[in-house]
């Protein structure tokens, strides 16, 4: 038996089973069959070794050993780093403030992509590593677009869940204003007309795996109905289970005198967050329930109250969607039904502004209104039938984060993934070693 299998028994033939074994199963999962051609540049990497792949190993091209085994590396390094960012896990960064305090400005993150399904890029000519500009430029982009493929969502672990934490590209993320890349091109056109923007910036049109990566917590999957009353969120009608971590902003009047930074610190309360009038003795501070029981507690302030959007007509030109007949803002919101895949909706002149970019720009339809008659593709119609599936989400910060309530909804196109754990925190405002919040490093994330 010994002499047998040393007989047949072939370390290349079992490399190049395990390794075609594998390839085969993704090829399965991507379903695209073309692929499996594939199969004999393994048989000759392994077996036939008919095409010198590793063509800088050939004789004379590079001599020196320990180089061409560097090169060997980092081909290998990239490929593989590339395969596993794609398909399963990425890191991201927290830059801004809206997930506080569930996420921490200086959290890093590992998004995982296998959880709802690795979306396939749509446009594959890209820099390595690289999101949409060059590593030391500002403008270069880091994409050709010669190919545009079609969205395509791979099979995954779960379907996206109410409470999730989620990485998406932003939706108005479509048009930027090069000269203000935090804002939203379509806030500005609405502030100064969209002939103005025009004229007088720079503007880049970027495809949806291309745009800026954001995160928040879903508030609402397709069917739910979102409303917000007094700041406080309603999905169906059931108020929503507020983890400790969410905050509001809040009024506190002091006796004139000021809070005491080692105070502020004690109680983990960025310098940043930290609005202080000293004329009017008050502060203007995001805090969860904990801190505000805190800081009412303190000596010299008088009171804590909760900051709250009155005003019915505030948000017509900065909360979706933008019309008068939806007199919302951030603080009293709705009712709003989340669309989804097959869901068949009645269209009005009324409830249009809703489902308008829905319709015509991720779902690529013309529509047209014509003596108060709806036309999609040319068609007179009262109803829509949606093609994909659509969430809300909010940001933990809810008065300090831009979120659904200002840009309407996320298409399922637009996931890129989950996040699931926190690898790293570090502190802005503190110096190493001490900016290290070891406490947050390997936490998962609620």
Avoid at 106 to 124: A, E, M, N, Q, R
Avoid at 195 to 220: C, T, W
Avoid at 261 to 274: A, G, H, N, W, Y
Avoid at 353 to 361: E, K, Q, S
Wanted: proline letters at 6%; charged letters at 25%; one cysteine or more.
């Amino acid at each position: 038996m010994k002499d047998f299998f040393r007989r047949f028994y072939k370390p290349a033939y079992a490399s190049f089973a395990i390794v075609a074994v594998l390839y085969v199963l993704w090829v399965i999962w991507i379903e695209n069959f073309w692929l499996l051609a594939g199969l004999i540049i393994i048989f000759d990497l392994f077996i036939s070794k008919k095409v010198k792949w590793l063509f800088w190993k050939k004789k004379g091209v590079i001599k020196n050993r320990i180089t061409a085994e560097l090169i060997d590396a980092t081909i290998f390094g990239i490929i593989t780093a590339t395969f596993i960012r794609l398909f399963f896990i990425e890191a991201y960064s927290i830059p801004t403030s809206s997930m506080e305090r569930s996420l921490l400005v200086g959290d890093y993150l590992f998004v995982s992509k296998i959880s709802y399904g690795p979306k396939l890029p749509s446009t594959p000519l890209s820099f390595p590593f690289a999101h949409h500009t060059l590593p030391f430029t500002s403008r270069t982009p880091a994409y050709l677009d010669w190919i545009r493929l079609p969205y395509k969502r791979l099979a995954g672990l779960s379907e996206v869940k109410n409470n999730d934490v989620i990485v998406f590209n932003f939706p108005e993320g479509d048009t930027m204003v090069l000269q203000y890349p935090d804002q939203s091109y379509y806030a500005l056109v609405r502030q100064y007309g969209r002939e103005f923007i025009h004229e007088e910036f720079d503007l880049v049109r970027r495809p949806v795996d291309k745009r800026e990566n954001y995160i928040k917590r879903v508030a609402g999957i397709p069917g739910d109905t979102i409303r917000i009353t007094g700041s406080r969120l309603y999905v169906n009608s059931v108020p929503e289970v507020q983890n400790g971590n969410m905050q509001y902003d809040y009024f506190v009047q002091t006796d004139g005198s000021e809070i005491e930074d080692s105070l502020f610190r004690e109680l983990d309360i960025p310098e940043p967050d930290r609005r202080f009038n000293p004329g009017r003795s008050l502060y203007e501070i995001p805090l969860t329930t904990y801190l505000t029981g805190e800081i009412a507690s303190l000596s010299n302030v008088l009171s804590v109250n909760k900051y709250e959007n009155r005003n019915p007509y505030s948000g017509i030109h900065t909360i979706f969607p933008y019309d008068r007949n939806f007199p919302w803002n951030e603080d009293n919101f709705g009712p709003l039904l989340v669309p989804g895949r097959d869901m068949e909706v009645e269209l009005t002149i009324d409830n249009l502004p809703v489902y308008h970019r829905l319709i015509t720009l991720y779902e690529e339809n013309d529509l047209t209104v014509r003596n108060n008659n709806i036309f999609i593709n040319g068609v007179k119609t009262s109803t829509y039938c949606f093609r994909m599936d659509y969430y809300f989400v909010l940001g933990d910060n809810r008065h300090n984060s831009a979120d659904s309530r200002f840009w309407g909804f996320v298409p399922e196109d637009h996931i890129v993934g989950k996040a699931v754990l926190i690898w790293l925190s570090l502190d802005n405002d503190n110096k190493f070693p001490e900016n290290i919040r070891w406490e947050r490093m390997f936490k998962s994330i609620d």
